[in-house]
């Protein structure tokens, strides 16, 4: 984290940007949803704290890498699963905007420019919100966590093929070329795919969440 923080704990220009640009977005979200509110969808103080909240572990958790590759992408604490749970608990409006402010704070610390497009390939964490859309059906969350980590790998494996195959190492096996992006992306997204499935498969965690979620719903 010393890439936000000096040495003697206070923000770097980075941090302060980082900051800066967290209060906007979540600025932006309040602002949207909260339009709605006439048709009773509108965003209370409980959702945008929750949203918040998600947003925030998120951004913390993606620091804690179990491997990173060389070109980009890694296993972290279970990042991706927090975006998931927002759009999980308030739907996939929600669950795409607090994702898309994600990937914006993601883009602020590590920002790598060649297209408008590419940006959206490579930070495409508003593909996470599609979770939303299983909210309501039977082990929703499992299924749209894996749903949306494949939608999460096709967006980067899509700028993979239009932009990066130019970096596949000289040793991968040329029969597999064509499969590159692919098999790079989807490494790092399954393997930590599978831990968060795991994790959330079981039966105290998944009691946990299920307490969260009647929290974030307001349900007693």
Known sequence: MS????????????????CVVLMVALV???????????????MDARKLAFCAMGM?????????KVFELPYGGSVTLFSMLFIVLIANWYGAKTGILVGFAY?????????????????????????LGVAGFFGKKKNGLLIGYIVAVLARGFFHTLGGYLYWMD???????????????????????????????????LPPVK???????????GAN
């Open 103 to 127: 990937g914006l704070l993601q883009f602020i610390q590590g920002p790598y420019v060649l297209s408008l497009f590419q940006v959206c390939c490579d930070y495409a964490f508003a593909a």
């Open 28 to 42: 932006v979200i309040a602002s949207v949803l909260s339009a709605q509110k006439s048709k009773g969808t509108g």
């Open 3 to 18: 890439f936000f923080v000096t040495a003697d704990g206070g923000l770097t220009t980075a941090g302060y940007v980082g």
């Open 207 to 217: 009691k946990a969440l299920q307490t969260v979620a009647r929290t974030a719903h």
């Open 167 to 201: 970096y596949m190492p000289e040793n991968f096996p040329q029969s597999l070329k064509a499969l590159y992006p692919i098999i790079y992306n989807y490494s790092y997204l399954l393997a930590e795919g599978v831990l968060t499935v795991i994790l959330i498969s």
């Open 56 to 64: 925030a572990l998120a951004f913390v958790t993606s620091y804690v």
